[in-house]
């Protein structure tokens, strides 16, 4: 073992903290190496000073002190138990762990029944031949006037960097004409209006007679349902026609 | 009861705090399980028997008599909090020495400015002691409280862990393989800690001498 190896465990060595082994082969190098064996005598030295630290003496008035605060806050603290301290005390670690086990998976099962009615409502709405509640979007933004108008300038341009979470996030934020669409969407070609007007025959390829103009205004703004008629022969096919 | 505290203390004198000896956990043991049930009395007899060594050691760890006694009070009241969950094979005052030295970092990490005041706390430790010593040999005393004082400082040049270490294995006697375990670290890094402890004190007093040597 060479000095420079043994100085650096000589202060390990001092006090016995080394394996019998490695004291031994240091005690062999400090028998023949002065200059390692002097350095050993000075942290020897040095430990014998740092031994000699005595705490002061802390007399019984401080100790009663002590004692007292920690009585006095524990009283304190049973008068006013806390929620886990009642939980603890009435139930074991085992029962408590199992508690919260049980919490964590009704919390895991609600987060699930969530999940799987949201995917019933979209694939309710695919088949109902809406697009998916991620894909009405853009609707929904020129939906809102105020809106609108704030995001003119560079819509064109943003709209296509909106992910499916973000547009997810405006049609929460804009649920006013979404809402219905979204929750039963076999609403959306329900009736809300109805007009019939008559049009003169050059405005219709369908014959040279004046022709009954029905319009159906369905809940969703998009759809309307138009139907050309002859006025005089109401048992005559008409031809339905959408814009 | 009284009495009991002070065949208990006695029983378990001898041994350091950090002694796992088999007599002391075992005489030790139903007045844990007392205080463990909720018996304040009992858990009084904890706070008596170990007090004193809990405030020294508190104070070997922070260098101020009033940390140490705000610490010792917190130690106690984690004890306490916890003794619930203690089990009685495993060593009492190991698990209370790993309660000392967290309450001590805690301590002293909330107290960010105790570098600034630690000379301050020494020189005021100091100043108490050669008031204590009015009855006895005030010169002899004075000395002694010096070359505490010195050591305190030569202790507050050490970083946080290496003072834990080493007060842990040198002046509270424990073993390495039982600081590494109070402390939550590897025996290698504990014995690091120690070695540079060791060597950084040895220095410091070193330059205290010389400095003497030369006023």
New interface residues.
């Given amino acids: 073992m060479n000095c420079r190896r043994v100085r ?2 000589i ?2 060595y ?2 016995d ?1 080394l394996a019998p082994s490695a004291a031994s082969r240091i005690a062999a190098h400090l028998e023949w190496c002065g200059r390692c064996n002097w350095l050993a005598d ?2 020897k030295e ?2 014998s ?10 007399d019984e008035a ?2 009663d ?3 007292h ?3 006095t ?2 009283a304190a603290t049973r008068q006013r138990p806390s929620m886990l301290a009642l939980l ?1 005390q009435h139930w074991g ?1 085992r029962q408590v762990l199992a508690l919260s086990a049980a919490v964590l998976m009704i919390f895991a099962l609600v987060v699930l029944y969530v999940y799987q009615a949201r995917l019933r409502v979209d694939s309710a709405l695919e088949a109902a031949g809406e697009p998916p509640r991620e894909e009405i979007g853009p609707p929904i933004e020129n939906g809102s006037p105020e809106r609108g108008s704030e995001a003119a300038p560079g819509a064109g341009s943003q709209a296509p960097h909106i992910g499916s979470r973000g547009r997810r996030h405006l049609a929460k934020r804009l649920p006013k004409r979404s809402t219905p669409v979204e929750k039963e969407p076999q609403r959306s070609f329900e009736v809300a209006s109805q007009s019939a007007q008559t049009i003169t025959p050059g405005d219709t390829s369908t014959g040279s007679k004046e022709m009954l103009r029905i319009e159906i205004q369905t809940s969703d703004p998009l759809i309307r349902i138009i139907w050309f008629a002859p006025k005089e022969t109401d048992q005559h096919q008409s031809k339905p026609a959408t814009d | 009861m009284p009495g009991e505290v002070a065949e208990i203390a006695l029983m378990t004198d001898s041994l350091g705090l950090g002694d796992a000896s088999a007599n002391a956990a075992s005489s030790l043991v139903p007045v844990i399980d007392r205080a463990k049930a909720g018996d ?1 009395a009992a ?2 007899q904890l ?2 028997h170990y ?2 060594r809990v ?2 050691t508190a ?2 760890l922070l260098g101020s ?1 009033e940390d140490a ?1 705000d610490a ?2 917190e130690v ?2 984690r004890v ?1 909090k916890y003794l ?2 203690f089990r009685t094979d495993q060593d009492f005052a190991g698990w209370l020495y790993r309660i000392i030295a967290n309450v001590c970092r805690d301590h002293a990490r909330a107290r960010r400015r105790r570098d600034q005041f630690a000379s301050f706390e020494v020189e005021r ?1 100091l100043g ?2 050669e008031s ?1 010593a009015s009855g006895e040999n005030v010169e002899a005393a004075a000395i002694r409280a010096q ?2 004082a010195m ?2 400082r ?2 507050n040049t050490l970083s946080k862990k290496e003072r834990a270490a ?1 007060v842990l ?3 509270e006697g424990l073993s ?1 393989e039982e600081v590494a375990r109070v402390l939550g670290s590897s025996q290698s890094t504990v ?1 690091s800690q ?3 402890a ?2 950084k ?2 220095q410091y ?2 330059r205290v001498l010389n400095q003497q040597r030369r006023g």
């Fill in positions: 650096k465990l202060p390990l001092v006090e903290d000075e942290y040095s430990q000073w740092l031994h000699t630290l005595t705490p002061p003496e802390f401080l100790l002190d002590v004692k605060g920690v009585l806050e524990i603890a670690r | 304040i858990f009084e706070i008596e007090e004193r405030i020294t104070w070997r008599s006694r010792a009070q106690f009241l306490y619930r969950g430790e108490n002691l204590v070359e505490r050591i305190v030569a202790l080493i294995r040198d002046l390495s014995r120690i070695s540079s060791r060597a004190i040895k007093r070193e």
